[in-house]
Nanobody, 127 residues
């Protein structure tokens, strides 16, 4: 079991950058696959990026090349670097975890695959 806490959200102008972080306040993430998801008002939660225990990333098409997911198991932390931000990136960003084996797993960008969630951090991008 893990408890996740996000931080680092904020407001930036279009083209700007932010780094959001997620730390496990209880438990260890070393045996968990991790992901970042986002949700804006009136829309379903969507997967943004996922990372395996070994550090292999997967990205949703619209953020490929702009966002970078990383993890530091020693610090029990997950990160998402957001560059070249666009107004359509505005959303609440959530980190999530699921206990998994090594390697990629099917549906790793699907919220339904994850069973531990943080409370979210707001990212707002103005034009």
């Amino acid at each position: 079991q893990v408890q996740l806490v996000e931080s680092g959200g904020g407001s930036v102008e279009s083209g700007g950058s932010l780094r959001v972080s997620c730390v496990a306040s209880e438990g260890t993430i070393s045996k968990f696959c991790m992901g970042w998801f986002r949700q804006s008002p009136g829309k379903e939660r969507e997967g943004v990026a996922a990372i395996t225990i070994g550090g292999t990333p997967t990205y949703e098409d619209s953020v490929e090349g702009r966002f970078t997911i990383s993890r530091d198991n020693a610090k029990n932390s997950l990160y998402l670097q957001l560059n070249s931000l666009k107004p359509e990136d505005t959303a609440m960003y959530y980190c999530a975890a699921v206990r998994c084996a090594t390697g990629l797993f099917a549906g790793r960008l699907s919220p339904s695959k994850y069973n531990y969630w943080g409370q979210g951090t707001q990212v707002t991008v103005s034009s």
